[in-house]
């Protein structure tokens, strides 16, 4: 098939080209996002491959449907960005990654609450400056805290089992609970129950309707004061005003974020000599118990290669008229 990529850089080039050797597509690699306005470069191509911060709403399918394509390849499991009703109506079949990595996003929460609870990225800004002096760096053991995990899917799960090993007690929320989870020794419990129990909250599920803005200012006021926020899932699934307020008052400790609600406009570029246009993201940077990483968990070796080959596993498959079992999101 003819693929137009979107919203490319140079290591997607790199496994995906390592990738097709297999599988043989045509492949326009382009670096624009896909937005409305740039939708008609997918004239002439059979499918488009995007990524989370492409915009897939009616407006830009309706447009890729009328230029012929058929299928939109999403290289990411998350796909809250997609119009499904659009897509469906138009006649375009998704596909996704439902689980890439999940390791990668697991170790790098972990990593999240480790730089947070033992200061590092304010330790390592120091000893460049030459100062090598101990006081605010006092951290906190993870043996025996209280980390909440909300949702067990694959991600979840994973951090789970790490924090376990930690010696953490791990309380969870989902709405379909794991049994492997359980047998860990981990607690099921309501949400409520969880943010009032956790000296740790970490953010490991989609985003829905019913999930958008899960953690606002109701959900900080149940939190034990000066717990930890991590949100390595989707941005909107924290409300970042109330969260800044609550970091204002003391009310929440640290926060750790690799996805922000309004990251389109920053994340996955150089934006280095630019004055940042949004306030509450500025703002956020300024706490020095905030961590921010740019939708970096993903970023592995292990995980661009597992996205490459799916993605091109799954347009094949679809190319040759098979079933795609949990790939596929459209149509039925």
């Given at each position: 098939m003819k693929i137009a990529f979107f919203n490319t850089k140079q290591y997607d080039r790199r496994f995906f080209d390592t990738a097709n050797a297999e599988h043989g597509h045509s492949i326009s690699y382009l670096e624009p996002r896909l937005t409305a306005e740039t939708a008609r470069l997918a004239q002439g191509h059979d499918a488009v491959c995007a990524f989370?911060?492409?915009?897939?709403?009616?407006?830009?399918?309706?447009?890729?449907?009328?230029?012929?394509?058929?299928?939109?390849?999403?290289?990411s499991a998350g796909f809250n960005h997609v119009d499904v009703g659009a897509a469906r109506e138009f006649g375009l079949a998704v596909v996704r990654v439902p689980a890439y990595s999940p390791h990668s996003v697991a170790e790098h929460t972990v990593g999240?609450?480790?730089?947070?609870?033992?200061?590092?990225?304010?330790?390592?800004?120091?000893?460049?400056?030459?100062?090598?002096?101990?006081?605010?760096?006092?951290?906190?053991?993870?043996?025996?805290?209280?980390?909440?995990?909300?949702?067990?899917?694959?991600?979840?799960?994973?951090?789970?089992r790490i924090l376990r090993g930690f010696g953490c007690r791990i309380l969870a929320y989902d709405v379909h609970p794991d049994p492997e989870i359980e047998a860990l020794g981990a607690s099921y419990v309501p949400l409520d129950v969880l943010l009032a129990g956790s000296d740790i909250v970490t953010l490991h599920c989609p985003l829905t309707p019913e999930t958008h803005h899960l953690i606002d200012a109701r959900a900080i006021s149940l939190m034990r004061t000066g717990a930890m926020l991590i949100n390595t899932s989707r941005?909107?699934?924290?409300?970042?005003?109330?969260?800044?307020?609550?970091?204002?008052?003391g009310d929440l400790g640290s926060l750790g974020l690799d996805v922000y609600e309004e990251e389109a406009d920053l994340f996955f570029e150089d934006l280095s000599d630019r004055v940042i246009q949004d306030d509450v993201f500025s703002r956020l940077l300024t706490f020095p118990?905030?961590?921010?990483?740019?939708?970096?968990?993903?970023?592995?070796?292990?995980?661009?290669?597992?996205i490459a080959e799916t993605t091109l596993a799954n347009v094949s498959a679809f190319a040759r008229g098979e079933s795609l079992d949990e790939a596929v999101l459209l149509p039925d």
């Open positions: 989370v911060n492409d915009s897939l709403d009616r407006q830009v399918l309706a447009s890729l449907a009328a230029d012929g394509v058929t299928l939109v390849a999403l290289r999240l609450i480790l730089a947070l609870d033992r200061r590092i990225h304010r330790a390592h800004a120091r000893v460049r400056e030459g100062n090598f002096a101990l006081d605010g760096l006092l951290g906190r053991e993870l043996r025996s805290r209280t980390a909440g995990v909300v949702g067990t899917g694959r991600i979840g799960a994973a951090v789970a941005g909107a699934l924290i409300d970042t005003p109330a969260v800044v307020e609550a970091l204002k008052s118990n905030v961590i921010v990483t740019g939708h970096q968990a993903f970023f592995t070796e292990e995980a661009l290669r597992a």
